[in-house]
């Protein structure tokens, strides 16, 4: 039997949330039935590429949408009748993306899948267009999924999500890679100089969505509250030079670590005391499902979906409160939290990864469309 081939299209397969997912999903797939490839719209080389390559999948370039969007469509249309693709998905925050879906058909897919990555978008203009080409999600996609009801409403509106139109799939993982061990904790913390210092942890791109401005500012208060307390940020982005310059002008230097982009974010959260994620919106964070994984509490904002707490780790915040509030919030939350093994409640909701892998080929592969 022929290999069946699902093309992803995506921005680039760099570490975000959403191309996270997928290379996730992409390593437990039996390789002798199913395989990925992905269409990208990034000359520069992702993190993810030789993994994707070694495992026999196949990447194409395409023009990105702000280079033409005429030639991005045809771009689309062409590779997917040039390969053969009956199996589409695009993955995005912005309905606007689902007209390559619309591409994609006209290439021959018969499977088009368009996975909601959000429950919200940066700005006021985005949002206008979003709404305008909201119809697009209903039109050509026959296979709608997303991590949280937020994010699927936010996409596909709560008609379609009423209706069933629209599956949740959770962003799952290997329980196994994320169990807490206390040989790991003590190794990092002695790598980084850690020793007797109160750890709060931050994993995510520095853009606008993560809020990094409001959490330097939290910290700041954590700091004066606890002054054996550090700060570890993992991720790069946009945002990081301003965000390095508000951290010395808040003379935090020494208690700020940027760890740039990393690959072994299973071990840093080990070594965490608590993870802080004051997020404008998400649809479903990885971290926050990861670092439950490793029972660590989290004290994240509360326009991020209920159903990210999965284990009873998550202490949710308004945004609106004062950055002293959430101070206490986290001093009082490691306090009264020990680590605990979560895989049992994990397998239970559902979030392991090979659960989530079948139910995606299920879906996808072996599913009815509409």
Known sequence: MAVKRLLCIVGSMDAGGAETFLMKVYRGL?????????????????????????????IFHIVPKS?????????IRKLVKREKYKYVLRTSQNSLSALELFAAKLGGAKVRVYRSSNSSINTAKENIFHKLFGFMTRIFPNVRIAPSTEA??????????????AHLLHNGLDVSQFRFDPETRDAVK??????GKLVVGHVGRFNVQKNHGFLIDVFKEVSLKCENAVLMLVGVGELEQEIRKKVSALGL?????????????????????????????EGMPNVVIEAQATGLPCVISDTITPEADITGL????PLSAATDTWADKVLETVEKTARKDTS????????????VTRKFVDLIFEGETE
């Open 30 to 58: 039996d390789k002798t039935k199913y395989q990925m490839d992905f269409a990208v719209a990034k000359e520069e080389k992702g993190c993810y590429d030789d993994e994707i390559l070694s495992m026999g999948g196949k």
């Open 67 to 75: 280079k033409g969007l005429i030639k991005n469509f045809n771009d």
């Open 152 to 165: 699927a409403e936010f996409m596909f509106g709560k008609k379609c999500v009423k209706r069933g139109k």
């Open 190 to 195: 002695e790598q980084f100089d850690l020793e």
């Open 253 to 281: 230097d020494d208690k700020v670590i940027f760890m740039g982009r990393r690959s072994d974010v299973p071990r840093l959260l080990s070594a965490f005391d608590l993870m802080l994620m004051p997020s404008l919106y």
């Open 314 to 317: 998550v202490s949710y915040m």
């Open 344 to 355: 049992e409640q994990f397998e239970k909701e559902g979030y392991e990864l090979s659960a």
